[in-house]
């Protein structure tokens, strides 16, 4: 009698742990996430892009996170890239942009497809927090989630603060693209 | 059996707590040593004052520098009747820096002082590291010097190689905070054209620099060169002096405008080292500034359309 009422906590305790394992895979990770920046002025245009962001999405939570190290963001002029770290973003205070939300509708993950969503959460970049939805898409295949987005921060609204002397040439809302893979965490 | 059951419970909450992860903890699985150590702008300049800062140009950029030292301000040959040194031009300079790499320029240079031409190389050896892999900024920089001037007595340029002058300095630098950053440069000047017999042909000397930020793009500049009584006597019938120079330097994007004070008239090391003849105390200071102007070269080079970078 004590064997078996042994044998069904066992059982029940194993089982417990599989649902969690199994709950656990339904983590997707990404490396090499793409962001690109773009400043738009009638004088110049300014382009910088990074590959080494990293993202995060948990499908059971619907929780999805997106990170750039702001120095991994490149510029065609070496110059123009110190100074973007040194006299704006100041990444040395605040070395990443991030952004943090979870996504508005009801996703299937198991369902392969094209889903355009909003993901409603907390952007920050240059150590100041916003509120923000941002609208996305998303692409399901067979472990694989792929993440595409764009949207526009105005400096204004994260402290970032454009000189006078250079306002023509930098623009006050900047352009941002995040394009990445996610992967199945196993 | 009773402990059993307690131990597998205990290992399930464990396992659960494991696994129960949140995006977050995720991301910061994936971060693991991938930061970005190198410590960036150690100076705004490749220039402190006088002396060379431990910064080269970036890759394919061209830095025209323009730099001006006027007359003393005050003692005999300043004050009002000069308009305290501005209707004085003691020495002027216009050079070419050019990055072949991003820690290798080149610099081709002339002066007015001895119509003094010169040619540099500067090799940035080894950079600064924000996690302390790395303590310094370490620069080598080595500058001839040709004086193309008229030999002032028949004896002066007695020999065509008497005109060459070979300058050797190490720049140790490095970034306190984001607002200081503090230097130090032994060096080695070789020269022929000594103005006495008991004035050293080989100068040695260590110089000191600093740079305080006052806003992002407002610094506070200064640097001191100690080359007499080092290896060279303080008795001599001219009296020399070590340079000293303070300045305020303004960047906007791609210009930077230094205005500076120092005791030396001159500007490139090869002359203001042996022969700052000036000294603070007897108004033998003077006014001076740099401007300078980088362009950056070879930019249809760049194929990545997500950096293209465009002026209208």
Redesign the interface.
């Known amino acids: 009698m004590?064997w078996a009422k042994?044998s069904i906590?066992?059982l029940f305790?194993t089982s417990?742990?599989l649902i969690?394992?199994s709950?656990?895979a339904q983590?997707y990770?990404g490396?090499n996430v793409k962001a690109?920046i773009f400043s738009s002025t009638?004088?110049?245009?300014?382009?910088?892009?990074s590959v080494?962001g990293?993202?995060?999405?948990?499908s059971k939570?619907k929780?999805?996170?997106v990170?750039i190290?702001i120095?991994?963001l490149?510029?065609?002029?070496?110059?123009?890239q110190?100074?973007f770290?040194?006299?704006y973003m100041?990444s040395?205070?605040y070395?990443q942009a991030k952004f943090?939300g979870t996504i508005d509708q009801d996703i299937d993950f198991s369902k392969a497809g094209e889903y355009n969503v909003t993901v409603t959460g907390t952007l920050s970049i240059h150590g100041v927090d916003k509120v923000r939805t941002i609208p996305g898409k998303l692409t399901i295949g067979d472990g694989v989630l792929q993440i595409f987005t764009e949207f526009k921060v105005a400096c204004v609204d994260h402290k970032i603060k454009i000189?006078k002397?250079?306002i023509t040439?930098i623009a006050e809302v900047i352009s941002v693209k995040v394009d990445g893979k996610l992967n199945l965490?196993k | 059996?009773k402990t059993?059951?307690l131990l597998?419970?205990a290992?399930?909450i464990f396992?659960?707590q494991g696994?129960?992860?949140?995006?977050?903890s995720?991301?910061r699985t994936?971060?693991s040593g991938?930061?970005?150590t190198k410590v960036?702008?150690v100076f705004k300049s490749t220039r402190v004052v006088l002396s060379h800062s431990t910064e080269t140009q970036?890759?394919h950029?061209l830095d025209l520098r323009i730099r001006h030292h006027f007359g003393d301000i005050g003692g005999r040959f300043g004050n009002a009747h000069t308009l305290y040194g501005l209707d004085v031009a003691s020495d002027l300079f216009i050079g070419l820096d050019y990055g072949v790499t991003?820690d290798f320029t080149v610099a081709v240079g002339r002066s007015k002082q001895d119509e003094l031409f010169n040619f540099s190389g500067k090799y940035k050896l080894l950079k600064q590291k924000?996690d302390g892999a790395m303590p310094v900024n370490l620069t080598m920089f080595a500058q001839l010097g040709l004086v193309a001037r008229e030999p002032f007595t028949d004896s002066e340029f007695a020999t065509y190689s008497n005109r060459f002058s070979y300058f050797f300095q190490a720049l140790i630098s490095r970034k306190i905070s984001?607002r200081l950053s503090l230097q130090a440069m032994p060096g080695l000047l070789m020269r022929k054209n000594t103005s006495e017999s008991r004035d050293p042909e080989n100068l040695f000397s260590i110089g000191f620099a600093g740079r305080m930020k006052l806003t992002?793009?407002l610094s506070f500049v200064a640097d001191y060169t100690l080359v007499n009584g080092l290896s060279r006597p303080t008795d001599l019938s001219q009296a020399y002096y070590n340079p000293l120079g303070v300045g305020l330097e303004i960047?906007?994007?791609?210009h930077i405008f230094s205005l500076n004070f120092m005791n030396s008239e001159y500007i490139l090391e090869n002359n203001f080292i042996p022969g700052t003849k000036k000294n603070w105390g007897d108004g033998g200071v003077r006014f001076g500034f740099t401007i300078s102007r980088?362009f950056?070269l070879f930019?249809s080079k760049?194929k990545?359309?997500?950096?293209?970078?465009?002026?209208?």
């Open positions: 004590i042994n906590k066992i305790c417990f742990m969690q394992l709950a656990s983590s990770v490396r690109a009638p004088i110049e245009d300014i382009r910088a892009v080494n990293t993202a995060a999405i948990i939570t929780e999805v996170v990170q190290p120095k991994s490149t510029f065609d002029r070496k110059l123009m110190e100074h770290n040194e006299n100041e040395d205070k070395p943090k000189p002397l250079v040439k965490l | 059996m059993t059951g597998v419970i290992f399930s396992l659960t696994f129960a992860q949140n995006a977050d995720l991301l994936l971060d991938k930061a970005d960036d702008a970036k890759k950029d991003d924000s984001s992002k793009r960047e906007t994007g791609g980088n950056t930019k760049n990545d359309p997500d950096k293209a970078s465009k002026i209208y």
